[in-house]
């Protein structure tokens, strides 16, 4: 099969705070980041006189004052019907709770994600904690950025307002009428447990929430909750539904711009993860920490955030080729170290 040489992006860049109708009836908000990653990108969709809002943003005070101004310019006399957040992580529905309650409106998620989301939003035990420093000293962290991750405390739930106590459950393959579209519920897991997506047929217009990005691929990490999890073998096994859209399909992603080339992007983001895989199983010809991997993976200096989700992101590489017989695992003083086998 011949392959398009580039992805293409039919919509200009907006800067943060703005929003840009993408096809008639979808408008897209592109809201601002304290991270490197500077930006996450929500989506509000027309329903009849009202409006559905996929994702909110995280809870910073300025996040509320783009939604208050946008929100009382040109959206100003429409009602929220429903807000949809994609998955659980705190730049998605950080805000989820505010909107629901400002604006009366009903919240709708996945089961998986809204349990994620209520329960880390708010656990505020010391077992959370424990359990976190136990997880990342076995990853090799030493003892001062172990005391700064205790000093953070539960990291999510201060970028969160504790998701609704009620919701309303997606699931895959429902159907969702907005705005006299039908929206398909796709469920993917890897980067969350179940991140719903949701495609349109007419125009093909897909809301692609983290799971397929244009030009960073998505975290794909393994958090203290489940340290022997294997979220990347999830992450590659989810592409067949998307496989089975048109190539021509617009596609919304939470992070950079819309475009087009669905298919190739796929292709694209299968070889980054085997090329990555191969230097991992180079790298453990010794054994190796996961501490230690942040060096071959990741060729920037890492604050103490960008290592939980880096390391995080290791993990999820080590283990997958554990569980596919390539990497053996074995514990020194307390420390995992990986190492290539056969
Ligand atoms: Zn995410």
Redesign the pocket.
Known sequence: MSRPPVLEFPIPVLRTGEVCEVVPGVHWLRMRLPYRLNHVNLWLIEDGDDLTVVDVGMNLPESRETWQAVLSGQFAFRRIRRVIGT?Y?S??IGLAAWMCETYDAPFYASHIEWCMARSLGIDGTQSLLDAQRDFYARLGYDAAQLARLDAVGNAYAAKVIPVPPVMHRLRRDDELTIGGRTWRVIAAAG??PEMICLFAADPGILIA??HLLPSIT??VSIYPAEPEGDPLGDYLGSFAPFRDLPEDTLVLP?HGRPFRGLHARIRQIEEHHADRLEKVVAACAEPKSIVEMLGVLFDTELNDHERVIASGEALAHVRYLQYRDRLAESRVDGVLRFRAVG
Do not use: E
């Open positions: 998955h992580h730049d998605h980067h969350s929430g983290d998505p975290n939470s």
